[in-house]
Nanobody, 122 residues
Framework: QVQLVESGGGLVQAGGSLRLSCAASGNIFSLNAMVWYRQAPGKQREWVARITSGGSTNYADSVKGRFTISRDNTKNTVYLEMTSLKPEDTAVYYC????????????????WGQGTQVTVSS
């Protein structure tokens, strides 16, 4: 139905920057939001940033002021620009696409990318 292809991960020193990309294809017309998640080994997956189809954004407190989420509708691609990276940012980053119900309180469709590794060295 919806496929997500992620890229841009890699190894970077603390204080450096990376830009992650997530290209969406398939039946994307009904999607309401794109979300970046991350998961470190042995830890619970957590959301990092979200952007709605209308362009509004939200960020987790841990990345606020350092990460920026954006989208290019002509390319059906969402980006996560990460600056001032810290070792604590090391994780597999996942792109997520979802559709909500009419109240925007319940996810009724949910799609995931394969993840891309981000490693921040000290």
């Amino acid at each position: 139905q919806v496929q997500l292809v992620e890229s841009g991960g890699g190894l970077v020193q603390a204080g450096g920057s990376l830009r992650l990309s997530c290209a969406a294809s398939g039946n994307i017309f009904s999607l309401n939001a794109m979300v970046w998640y991350r998961q470190a080994p042995g830890k619970q997956r957590e959301w990092v940033a979200r952007i709605t189809s209308g362009g509004s954004t939200n960020y987790a407190d841990s990345v606020k002021g350092r990460f920026t989420i954006s989208r290019d509708n002509t390319k059906n691609t969402v980006y996560l620009e990460m600056t001032s990276l810290k070792p604590e940012d090391t994780a597999v980053y996942y792109c997520n696409a979802r559709k909500y119900d009419g109240s925007y309180s319940t996810t009724i469709q949910n799609y995931w990318g394969q993840g891309t590794q981000v490693t921040v060295s000290s």
